[in-house]
């Protein structure tokens, strides 16, 4: 069939059923509600089952669950795109929705799709308040912050995130320093103990294991480093949170 007359037989029938999509300001209201971590507006939205409410949703599949897995795709990277222009690290919001997407293409009820849908955008909208709490934060440090969540597994130094953003060493420690309040060696250790307590807790990996991995000079480094930081010896952690939450 030609795709012209089809696409005009579908909108003659939709405009006498009087089917309209939802105002583009509602939907850009809710994205930015996110990326700015309005937390409470976002929950106002989701106790409102606003995504589970059928008017003004287009039609992507005549199969209703695949249907609204369509529209959670959508959502999904919608939010991605408004949280990185927020700041968010690159890596992070597309791993995060990764994750969901994946979460969301094993549900098999609508229901269970709409609560994932709700997890998804408190999550992005908790973190994106916690961000906001910080300090404005420049290019260069954004840059540096997303060559240390993709390099975890390797040993950043400064010289290398330096060269990486065109400053030099002592410039960008004092930038980093001044705009997280943190040291970049600190933040490299913080971002990789959160790695390991992940590891730890959705992981059988050993501790050497994981040592390695994130590139720790030696377990015993890397089980002083992590008892420092969080209070517990790694085989703690993992004996108290294994596998108890996502």
Known sequence: MDLRKEWNRQELQDAEDSL????????????????????NFVQKNCKQNTFANPAGMGVLSTNPLTNIKYHFVVTAAMIVRHCVEAGMELEQAYRLSDFYILKMDSCTSIESIYKLHDSMALDYTGKMLVQ?????????????????????????????????????PSYLSRLFKKELGISISNYINEKKIEKARNLLKYSDYSFVEIANYLAFSSQSHFIQSFKKSVGLTPKKYRD???RTSW
């Not at 999509?21 to 509600?33: G, L, S």
């Open 20 to 39: 309209a999509h939802r105002p583009m300001e509602e939907e850009f209201a809710f994205y930015h509600a996110v990326s700015s971590g309005d937390i």
């Open 132 to 168: 906001k709490k910080e300090s404005v934060i420049s290019k260069a440090v954004i840059l540096c912050m997303d060559y240390v969540y993709n390099h975890l597994n390797t040993r950043i130094t400064i010289e290398e995130l330096a060269a990486f953003t065109n400053l030099s």
């Open 240 to 242: 108290k949170f294994y």
